[in-house]
């Protein structure tokens, strides 16, 4: 998720940014999580057979830039609302991952006419609890030692996945992309810790079909989380994905893909 | 060379019962208040004798904390102002990056220095990474807001006349208006600590004393970039006065009282780095080319203050960590120390750490007061006049 750059780069209102465009069809706009995203991810590969994928790194992660007045998630939502402007993307399908879902639940609140639907996976973003009960595990307290148990259902595969987290043999590329995530990651979601205190009053506005598509397994948020995340949409529905953990779009792409690929073939508003 | 007493106000009868870390997440059921009503009073005793024996005053902060309980550096040198006649009171610092309002610092700051009839130094710090646990403020950008609230509270100090308004990055303000403005005008002396020459080459443009800590065979660069870049800033060699350094210092009259008292303190060097590790280096803390470097190499940080396993005596002078010995090996120790980094002009003196008693350290700095002091004094005379020499 953090190893290999992207192939293609744009610039939108000055700002320069990694991107992956891939597939035909009907455009998707795939927004990343909090570790990252490269070339290899499976489940934007299972969905480009589908559709036409695009896929940036957000700004401040991978290789695209972070201008200095890029410092909040209400900047990188109107950074999408250009890029989508610029792309000029129409009948659009949104799909975020962890911190690209929260990225997705805000851009959508700021109008839907050019979007068709939206999957929100494993997302963070929303505050139901009370002041002394935390919904989202709070990840900048933990070591890098803990990645795997946290983000995923299965530690052997999740090693898989993150190259063994052994930093001394990877690229300094791929090393410095990961350690350039982490702060990206921190400065949009240092405090609150993860969500926009704002955003649950707001998810009325996405008039659009909603999927939450969540892993069973997911101990930075949990299913209940989901489930509440669901419900706050007009037209949201609810599904998860056994063994899968935060990051369960990497251990069980097919199952995602699948899913998500059912949600968006049924019509418009007969899915929610 | 000046003398400034320090003590960490630590919570040491607990040390023996807590497993793990000793700050931010330890079980604050371990920091016993009527314990604490003892050492608070023992500590600021410590400092008022310190400033009887001709030293000056520096205190810290930290939070969460059995090494340190000072919650604000600012609390105790209020104080000092009050209790204390001649001593210089240094605060190093106040953790400006993780105050959220620089305008209450500077108040406090201009009320000591009037209080304390213009004693104030002031020390203003980045703050430990563990520190962002407890104040909540982002490791992201920490610098930029460090420079903000740095640039806000000279303003704020040094402004004369009707309020003034601040509409930054990081902080705003309609009103600005301290009252009382510092007693030392323009305004009372400044101090920034530093490890790396990066940060050294700021300071030095700025002219303020720089303070390194523990920094062993990292002083020297630290020091020989300060000089050059206050040499191209100021077109005149920096003196000896610029320079700080702190190290715990132990003093006794025989060896078997250097060695009792080693014994004491040494503790003090175990439970001081016992920070959680996901609180050890949080994203931004430090620049990403420095992360991936560290990443990349495996190595996190300095491990036991840079020293060997089981180190000597001989190791810990040496290293610039712990200066221990009779008053003559202190002078040996501390001179041939700052020979080494081209001179120190400020000796910040831990003199009570790990589980030292009172009396013996109240004995540890009048030996060093009496016996070392003086000495040190000439010694950083005469190295000085050299340096400047050397320099033009």
Redesign the interface.
């Known amino acids: 998720m953090f190893m290999s750059p992207l192939p293609e780069t744009r610039v939108i209102d000055g700002t320069t940014v990694e991107l992956l465009i891939k597939g035909e069809g009907q455009p998707l706009l795939f927004l990343h999580a909090g570790h990252g995203f490269d070339l290899d991810d499976p489940l934007v590969e299972a969905l480009s057979k589908s559709y036409r994928v695009i896929a940036p790194s957000h700004p401040g992660f991978g290789a695209s830039e972070l201008p200095r007045h890029i410092t909040g998630t209400d900047d990188l939502v109107y950074f999408y609302l250009d890029l989508i402007e610029e792309l000029d993307l129409r009948d659009l399908i949104v799909v975020g991952v962890s911190f690209g879902g929260w990225l997705a639940a805000e851009l959508a609140t700021r109008g839907t006419g050019r979007i068709a639907k939206l999957v929100l996976i494993d997302a963070v973003g929303v505050k139901f609890s009370g002041r002394e009960t935390r919904d989202i595990t709070d990840i900048f307290a933990t070591t890098l030692e803990e990645i795997p148990t946290l983000f995923f259902h299965d530690d052997a595969k999740a090693m898989q996945i993150l190259g063994g987290l052994d930093f001394k043999n990877m690229s300094l590329a791929s090393v410095t992309r990961f350690a350039r995530n982490r702060e990206s990651l921190l400065l949009f979601g240092w405090s609150p810790t993860l969500y926009n205190p704002k955003l649950l009053s707001r998810l009325h506005r996405v008039h659009v079909p909603v999927l939450v598509l969540w892993g069973a397994d997911d101990k930075v948020v949990s299913t209940e989380y989901g489930k509440k995340y669901a419900a706050a949409f007009e037209h949201g529905s609810f599904a998860q994905i056994p063994e899968a953990g935060h990051y369960g779009y990497l251990e069980q792409p097919e199952a995602f893909a699948g899913k998500i690929t059912e949600f968006l073939a049924a019509d418009a508003l007969v899915a929610a | 060379m000046e003398f400034w007493h320090f003590s960490e106000q630590s919570m040491h009868p607990a040390w023996d019962s807590i497993q793990g870390p000793t700050k931010v997440l330890v079980d604050n059921r371990f920091c016993d208040p009527e314990v604490a009503h003892k050492l608070y009073n023992r500590y600021l005793d410590e400092w008022v004798i310190a400033d009887k024996l001709g030293y000056n005053i520096f205190v810290n902060e930290h939070h969460a904390s059995a090494n340190c309980m000072s919650a604000s550096c600012l609390l105790t040198l209020a104080i000092m102002a009050r209790q204390t006649k001649n001593a210089r009171l240094l605060c190093l610092g106040v953790p400006i990056t993780n105050r959220t309002d620089p305008y209450r610092v500077a108040e406090e700051l201009a009320m000591i220095d009037v209080i304390s009839g213009g004693r104030l130094e002031i020390g203003l710090v980045k703050a430990s990474p563990f520190e962002l646990?407890m104040s909540?403020q982002?490791?992201?950008?920490i610098m930029d807001r460090y420079w903000e609230a740095h640039d806000f509270v000279v303003k704020a100090l040094t402004h004369k006349g009707l309020p003034f308004s601040w509409e930054g990055e990081f902080y705003q303000y309609r009103n600005v208006n301290v009252w009382p403005r510092p007693m030392q005008q323009p305004m009372p002396p400044m101090w920034i600590t530093a490890s790396g020459a990066s940060t050294g080459r700021k300071v030095a443009q700025l002219g303020y004393t720089m303070a390194t800590f523990f920094n062993g065979a990292g002083t020297k660069p630290l020091y020989d970039a300060y000089k050059d870049e206050y040499f191209k800033t100021h077109g005149k060699p920096a003196s000896i006065d610029r320079f700080a350094y702190l190290a715990i210092v132990v003093c006794g009259r025989n060896d078997a009282e250097v060695q009792e008292r080693l014994k004491k303190v040494k503790p003090y060097l175990e439970v001081q780095p016992r920070t959680p590790?996901?609180?050890s280096n949080?994203?931004?803390y430090e620049s990403?080319?420095l992360?991936?470097g560290a990443?990349?190499?495996?190595k996190t940080g300095r491990i036991n203050f840079g020293l060997p396993l089981n180190p000597t005596q001989q190791d810990m002078a040496d290293g610039g960590i712990l200066f221990s010995g009779t008053p003559d090996q202190l002078y040996d120790q501390i001179s041939r120390f700052s020979d080494r980094c081209g001179g120190i002009g400020h000796m910040l003196c831990l003199s009570q750490a790990g589980y030292l008693s009172h009396e013996e350290t109240v004995d540890t700095m009048t030996l060093f007061a009496e016996q070392v002091a003086p000495r040190l004094r000439e010694y950083a005379r005469q190295k000085n006049m050299e340096l400047i020499q050397a320099a033009e």
Do not use: D, I
């Not at chain 2, 982002?138 to 950008?141: M, T």
């Not at chain 2, 990443?295 to 495996?298: E, N, W």
């Open positions: 646990a909540n982002s490791p992201a950008r590790k996901a609180w949080p994203p931004g990403v080319e992360n991936a990443l990349k190499s495996g």
